[in-house]
């Protein structure tokens, strides 16, 4: 079992940043793939970023690439998705999620076996 808690959202202006955090608990944190999703009232999960167990590979959505950054800290625990240049396009709940093993990068929420409860990230314009 791996309990995830999300951090670090909250009111921005477009243009803003902010950056989450996702802190790890239980099995070892280095095993797992590391995500974060988004999702709106009404629609679907939406893949944003996602690393493997040990930062070495990653991958963007197309909307946020060049814009966000994923980052990890296996020593704490901790994955990190630095947002800049935020619009109000980002504007969702945001959750991590951690996928074993931690080689593939899926960009399915069906894939990934753990979940955090989100945090809201809101882009005023």
Same mark, same amino acid.
């Not at 901790?78 to 999620?97: F, I, K, N």
């Given at each position: ?6 951090? !670090?959202? !909250?009111?921005?202006?477009? /243009?803003? +940043? ?17 995500g ?7 629609k ?10 040990? !930062? /070495?590979?990653?991958?963007?959505? %197309?909307s946020?690439? !060049? ?14 998705l630095q ?6 396009? %980002? ?7 951690? %996928?074993?093993? /931690? ?13 955090g409860?989100?945090?809201q990230?809101?882009? +005023?314009s």
């Amino acid at each position: 079992q791996v309990q995830l808690v999300e951090s !670090g959202g !909250g009111l921005v202006q477009a /243009g803003g +940043s902010l950056k989450l955090t996702c802190a790890a608990s239980g099995r070892p944190f280095s095993s797992y793939t590391m995500g974060w999703f988004r999702q709106t009232p009404g629609k679907e999960r939406e893949f944003v970023s996602a690393l493997t167990w040990n !930062g /070495g590979k990653t991958h963007y959505a %197309d909307s946020v690439k !060049g814009r966000f950054t994923i980052s990890r800290d296996n020593a704490k625990n901790t994955v990190y998705l630095q947002m800049d240049s935020l619009t109000p396009e %980002d504007t969702a709940v945001y959750y991590c999620a951690a %996928d074993f093993p /931690g080689h593939q990068l899926p960009v399915e929420s069906a894939e990934y076996d753990y979940w955090g409860q989100g945090t809201q990230v809101t882009v +005023s314009s």
